[in-house]
């Protein structure tokens, strides 16, 4: 497991191009016939993945926890975004289609991942935080999620979002996650950004071309950077940053928080204007 540590937003104002992709962006996401993970200190969260290729893998504790089991003292959101397979959670399979999410509970011991077809995978996308209570684990298909559709063609950001895990759909102790689609011809997510002192956010984009890029911007927001990502990559937000997109084509993307508040709507907003 790599473990991050966040830089504050003085040293993240004087970093290089590098050094920003180097603490925020995680590209070790997807590998087939692993279970990748990288633990940041913002909120304590592990974002990971795990892509069974012919065979079983089973998703298990590591040093930097020490814990029994992975969900002993954790919470975890699931959502695939390949080919059709299945999660295994302490004997129950759960199928699960592109798109469908998966809220795991704290206390769930055994959870095994596998595939349909071993040559055209499914691509399980992890997002985990720790957890104060007990939840059912709770499976959403695409279907059951709540959609709500935002943006305009005329501001190139029309778009759907589905809230997955979130109070209206699954009981958790501070996890909320679902995933947005932009409709074709339309490039820009969260815009006009915001931010959320009471809560950071993974993004993790997907769906995205080999020859397409999306521009992630962060920062303070009168002091932006932006993070150039691919397919299956992630970025790592902290409470005091923007989170916004523009990419070269339209694309999908997985959006995960964690912190005190999971109000969907409980965010600051900013003029246009007030981004530098």
């Known amino acids: 497991m790599e473990v991050r540590y966040s830089p504050d937003p003085v040293r993240f104002s004087r970093m290089t191009t590098q050094e920003v992709m180097d603490n925020f962006l995680v590209h070790s996401l997807f590998t087939p016939n692993e279970i990748a993970m990288v633990y940041s200190d913002v909120d304590r969260a592990i974002v990971g993945s795990a892509v069974p290729a012919g065979q079983a893998l089973s998703l298990t504790s590591?040093?930097?926890?020490?814990?029994?089991?992975?969900?002993?003292r954790r919470e975890l959101g699931i959502l695939n975004i390949g080919q059709a397979g299945a999660v295994t959670i302490d004997g129950r399979e759960y199928k699960m289609a592109k798109c469908d999410c998966l809220y795991v509970?704290?206390?769930?011991?055994k959870i095994e991942f596998v595939s349909d077809d071993s040559n055209d995978t499914a691509k399980f996308y992890l997002l985990s935080y720790?957890?104060?209570?007990e939840h059912p684990t709770v499976h959403i298909k695409k279907s059951q999620s709540t959609p709500v559709e935002l943006g305009s063609m005329e501001e190139s950001n029309k778009r759907t979002i589905y809230k997955c895990i979130h109070p209206d759909n699954?009981?958790?102790?501070?996890?909320?996650?679902?995933?947005t689609v932009l409709e074709p011809g339309c490039v820009w997510n969260t815009m006009p950004a915001h931010t959320h002192?009471?809560?950071?956010?993974?993004?993790?984009?997907?769906d995205v071309?080999?020859?397409?890029?999306v521009f992630h911007f962060m920062g303070k927001p009168d002091e932006t950077r932006h993070?150039?990502?691919?397919?299956?990559?992630?970025?790592?937000?902290?409470?005091?940053?923007?989170?916004?997109?523009v990419g070269t084509a339209?694309?999908?993307?997985?959006?995960?928080?964690?912190?005190?508040?999971?109000?969907?709507?409980?965010?600051?907003?900013?003029?246009?204007?007030?981004?530098?």
């Open 62 to 72: 590591a040093d930097e926890l020490r814990a029994d089991f992975f969900c002993q």
């Open 130 to 133: 720790p957890a104060h209570a």
């Open 170 to 179: 699954a009981e958790s102790c501070q996890l909320v996650m679902g995933f």
């Open 105 to 109: 509970g704290r206390g769930s011991k």
């Open 227 to 245: 993070i150039s990502v691919a397919d299956g990559q992630a970025v790592i937000s902290p409470s005091w940053s923007i989170h916004s997109g």
């Open 197 to 206: 002192e009471r809560r950071m956010e993974v993004y993790m984009y997907f």
């Open 250 to 276: 339209a694309y999908t993307f997985c959006w995960g928080m964690g912190g005190e508040n999971q109000s969907f709507d409980d965010m600051d907003h900013l003029k246009i204007s007030d981004i530098k």
């Open 209 to 213: 071309s080999d020859a397409a890029r």
